[in-house]
């Protein structure tokens, strides 16, 4: 239902529209909610109401509105239909051509335009507009249908008429005369500008044009440029008409009173300057070098000559003249040789000096003398005793400092010795860390000291001395002091990286601390460091302090300690200990050889002093007088000599080269020797042997053992492929003849045959059947041939073969003599094993099913990528990645080989330096952090590492190369990325 008031806006079309929309909600004699004659809006201020009329419009008949025909007019009904009734005289009318509208403005369906889509009216508010234009101008009004179009019509041109507009903007032709411009004046409007042919008289309105004859003319009255050059100035005359005036030689140009600008002479040059002339000046000529003014008393001045050895000057009431000496004495009261002290009487020991009765005299200081006055005496040389007295020093210097001039060096040269008695019993620096003795170029004799108390002996980039320890480490100093809150220090070398572990030891106090930046500045340089690492407290140093560096995973130092080792509490000395830094916590340091007490080193809980190597947990080696020389591995001895001499072996011995020259089994008095052969199932046969190396009889000679390749048999094999005595494991062979000695012999055998039958009365009865020279070979080999003793032996020239013609020839294999060599071959050309008669090769894939288990890889995990691809931005990207690193159960402790490679390219041809960062990772774990450096002209920068990684779980393991450039890796990018782990059994 539609509110109220309902509003019907918009066009005619919209309007009629909404007046639907409203008709169609009408129900039970309400619209909108409200009543039939209720106000409806149309638009904004118009209203509509509707009355129900009782003689026509609309009536209420029921629920339903209804139209009500007026008996005479507007809307009536008959037979045929509803009907209009029309007003007399206007609205709408009807002719012989039916209705139209009277008295009502028509609209122009179309208009006719010369050019383009004629405009129509789509609705009765469309207007036409018609604008005006340049040159065009449109008038109309409201009463009229008639529309002017002015314009400025051709007729009004000819070649000397322009167009113009008046000050109603109505344009208009302006006629141009001869000897006319156009232009506008100041405050006009466009016009014709007259030509002016005169300049002789201008006024300050004239707004004319000149003349190029009158500019000429008024031009020609200007001085002529020609009548000057470098002597020539501009004058004028009395009728003020400009003239030019040469100046000439030693001539002045001006004007005197009454005169006009011209050359002026020497006497009203000087009458204008008020100079004096020759006979009223001191002429220079007068003078001399020595020669000076003066004047007479009639002030006249004239030229006084100075005498030698004269002094001018002017007594009490006389004028200026040469004075004499008493003259001169008495005006600087300067006394007479008898007054005075002579010069003659001074030398370089001398000194003035004046008697008691004022007269002053010379007075000769000697060596070794200070000249002084005491009490009640004279000035004169004084006694060392007087001297002492004077300054109350009593033979002993009381100061409390001596210092020297800004930039002077304070130097104490006594004759003898420099003692040094302070009652405090220390000399010390005025500031820590700011005092040096002795220098490079300078350096003392020698040093004797009872004790030394020194916490950095040589603080440089290979030795620290702290404590009662030596440690050759990569070491610096501190040269500013570090609060217990600094997380920032500054060393005096650029010997430190991020990751490294530095140590700090002094007065007491220790502390490990984690290098976390590059060295910052260029000396000092500066560290952010995390404080703290060992937890006994942050501590506070001072400049000068050592700082020791461990390095990170993998670098090592050597520490020389009478006491204790670097970590407290863990070792007892003296001890020489070579350590390596295993992981990133500041105790993560083990032993890799030790030389002394060993108490706290390679499981020593007690003070014993011998000498240790290699790794703790892995393999080592330990040297002490109570258990010998013993090798292990972790914590199982695997051999042993002990102090007796006695060898003790718990793992298998295995020999690859060499000899036992004398072995004896078993000991006297003890118990029978047993030598028995083990066998490790998969791993190779167990034997005793000479000549032989497997069971078989190719070979002369012997071997007693166990065949891991059938079934772990017990097997003896004597002889040669001629004779030979074999036991399988199963049954016993022998070929060729048996000597019995001692008698015996084939007939006193108790079971000797004596016919062929005897041996075997079925094979006799075969044997019977044969001729003599028969050969039964290729059928016996055709039927299936079973060889249960002798094998099958080729000769020179001889092969067993399937598909392959020879050696390596064709596909299929080959097993015989080629070439002068036993030979074998299986497979192709591109996939094959060969045995040339010296060396085994493999080509194409090997595919196994299960692990190579052969005491090396037992599993390689590659990746290779090939593709190019250009750094996004200066962030960590991952280049390349192998997933899945298996370490099995058996083998938790295996050891895995990460080799990386990288190759870098430029994607075009410009680029900065850039230094990329590249990172080995285990998961989120850092193993390697390296440095590459990219310059402009290289293209193909490879970077290769190789590390190895030992997870220390079984489990599956992702291994990542990354990449960080800085912010110059615009233009660069990264391509044949290559990661290959390798996982080796421990």
Not at 89 to 110: C, E, M, P
Not at 406 to 430: F, H, R, S, W
Not at 624 to 647: F, K, M, W, Y
Not at 757 to 772: F, P, R, Y
Request: glycine fraction near 12%; aromatic fraction near 6%.
């Amino acid at each position: 239902m539609a509110d109220l008031p309902f509003p019907i806006t918009g066009t005619a079309k919209q309007q009629t529209e909404l007046m639907m929309r409203l008709w169609e909600e009408m129900f039970e004699e309400r619209v909108g909610g409200g009543y039939v004659g209720d106000v409806f809006e149309i638009d904004s201020d118009d209203v509509l109401s509707i009355n129900i009329s009782g003689t026509g419009g609309l009536t209420k008949s029921g629920n339903e509105l209804a139209i009500l025909n007026h008996p005479t007019g507007g809307l009536s009904s008959t037979a045929d239909g509803e009907r209009v009734k029309l007003k007399t005289g206007g609205g709408l009318s009807t002719d012989a051509d039916g209705l139209y509208v009277a008295d009502a403005y028509y609209s122009f369906g179309n208009v006719d335009c010369p050019a383009g889509t004629d405009p129509k009216a789509a609705l009765p508010a469309d207007t036409l507009t018609l604008a005006n234009g340049a040159g065009i101008s449109i008038t109309g009004n409201s009463t009229t249908n008639t529309v002017t179009i002015a314009a400025t019509l051709a007729t009004l041109y000819d070649a000397n008429t322009i167009l113009k507009a008046d000050s109603d903007n109505t344009p208009e032709a302006l006629v141009v005369g001869e000897q006319t411009v156009v232009g506008r004046a100041t405050g006009g409007e466009i016009t014709a500008l007259s030509i002016d042919s005169d300049l002789s008289s201008v006024s300050s309105a004239d707004d004319t044009i000149p003349s190029a004859k009158a500019t000429k003319a008024y031009a020609d009255l200007m001085v002529p440029l020609a009548t000057f050059n470098a002597n020539t100035i501009l004058k004028a005359d009395a009728d003020n008409t400009p003239e030019a005036l040469t100046v000439a030689e030693q001539t002045l140009v001006g004007r005197i009173t009454g005169g006009e600008i011209t050359a002026l002479s020497a006497s009203q040059v000087r009458t204008l300057l008020d100079v004096p002339t020759n006979a009223e000046a001191v002429l220079d000529t007068l003078y001399n070098a020595n020669t000076i003014l003066k004047a007479d008393e009639d002030n006249t001045p004239e030229a006084l000559t100075v005498g030698e050895q004269t002094i001018v000057g002017r007594a009490t009431g006389g004028d200026i003249a040469a004075l004499s000496a008493s003259q001169v004495r008495a005006i600087i009261d300067s006394p007479s040789n008898a007054e005075a002290v002579l010069d003659t009487l001074f030398d370089a020991n001398t000194i003035l000096k004046a008697d008691a009765d004022n007269t002053p005299e010379a007075l000769t200081v000697a060596e070794q003398t200070l000249v002084g006055r005491i009490t009640g005496g004279e000035i004169t040389a004084l006694t060392k005793a007087q001297v002492l007295g004077l300054l109350d020093l009593d033979d002993v210097l009381e100061t409390k400092r001596i210092t020297t001039p800004a930039a002077t060096n304070l130097t104490i040269d006594p004759t003898g010795d420099l003692v040094l008695d302070p009652a405090g019993n220390d000399i010390l620096p005025g500031t820590g860390y700011d005092l040096t003795l002795g220098s490079l170029t300078k350096k003392f004799l020698a040093f004797h000291a009872a004790e030394l108390f020194v916490e950095t002996l040589v603080a440089q980039d290979t030795m620290a001395t702290i404590g009662g320890r030596i440690i050759v480490a990569p070491t610096t100093m501190l040269t500013s002091d570090v609060a217990a809150g600094d997380t920032t220090i500054y060393c005096k070398h650029n010997s430190l990286a991020s990751g490294d572990i530095v140590y700090l030891e002094s007065g007491g106090n220790v502390e490990f601390v984690s290098i976390d930046s590059a060295p910052g500045g260029a000396g000092p340089y500066s560290y952010s460091v995390t404080r703290n690492l060992d937890g006994t407290g942050a501590n506070t140093w001072s400049a000068g302090d050592a700082v020791l560096n461990t390095g990170a995973t993998g670098d090592g130092f050597i520490d020389l300690y009478s006491v204790a080792g670097m970590i407290a509490g863990s070792t007892a000395g003296p001890t020489i200990v070579g350590n390596v830094r295993t992981g990133a916590i500041y105790t993560d340091i083990e032993p890799r050889w030790a030389i002394g007490n060993l108490n706290g080193l390679y499981g020593y809980a007690t003070d014993i002093y011998g000498a240790a190597f290699g790794s703790p947990d892995a393999a080592w080696l330990k040297i002490d007088p109570t258990n010998g020389v013993r090798i292990g591995h972790n914590a199982t001895t695997s051999i042993q000599l002990d102090a007796s001499g006695n060898v003790t072996v718990a793992g298998d011995i295995t020999a690859t080269s060499g000899y036992f020259q004398t072995v004896t089994l078993g000991k006297t008095g003890t118990a029978s020797g047993t030598l028995v052969l083990q066998l490790n199932d998969g791993g190779g046969d167990t034997y005793v042997a000479y000549g032989k190396t497997d069971f078989t009889n190719t070979d002369a000679g012997f071997i007693l053992g166990i065949d891991d390749s059938d079934g772990n048999k017990g097997k003896v094999y004597i002889g040669d492929s001629g004779t030979y005595l074999n036991w399988d494991g199963a049954g016993l062979a022998i070929k060729g003849s048996i000597t019995l000695t001692g008698g015996s012999g084939w007939a006193n055998l108790t079971d000797a045959p004596t016919d062929l039958a005897d041996i075997n009365a079925t094979e006799g009865s075969k044997l019977s059947g044969i001729a003599t020279g028969a050969d039964v070979t290729l059928s016996a080999i055709n039927g299936g041939l079973t060889v249960t003793g002798g094998g099958i032996t080729l000769s020179s020239g001889g092969a067993i073969k399937g598909g392959q013609t020879d050696y390596a020839t064709g596909t299929g294999f080959f097993l015989g003599y080629s070439g002068s060599a036993y030979k074998f071959s299986i497979g192709s050309s591109t996939k094959y094993i060969t045995w040339d008669g010296s060396t085994l090769a493999v080509g194409g894939d090997i595919i196994a099913t299960g692990n190579i288990a052969a005491n090396a890889a037992t599993q390689v995990y590659a990746a290779f990528t090939a593709t190019q691809v250009e750094f996004a931005s200066a962030n960590e990207v991952t280049v390349q990645t192998t997933s899945s690193v298996n370490i099995p159960a058996a083998a938790t402790g295996a050891v895995v080989v990460v080799s990386a490679s990288v190759e870098f390219d430029k994607i075009t041809s410009f680029g900065n330096v850039c230094t990329v960062t590249v990172k080995i990772k285990r998961a989120s774990t850092v193993l390697g952090t390296y440095y590459v450096t990219l310059t402009t002209p290289n293209v193909g920068t490879m970077f290769n590492a190789t590390l190895t990684d030992t997870p220390g779980s079984k489990g599956d393991y992702d291994y990542t190369i990354t990449c960080d450039p800085d912010v110059y890796y615009k233009n660069w990018g990264y391509a044949n990325r290559s990661l290959i782990c390798t996982v080796h059994k421990k």
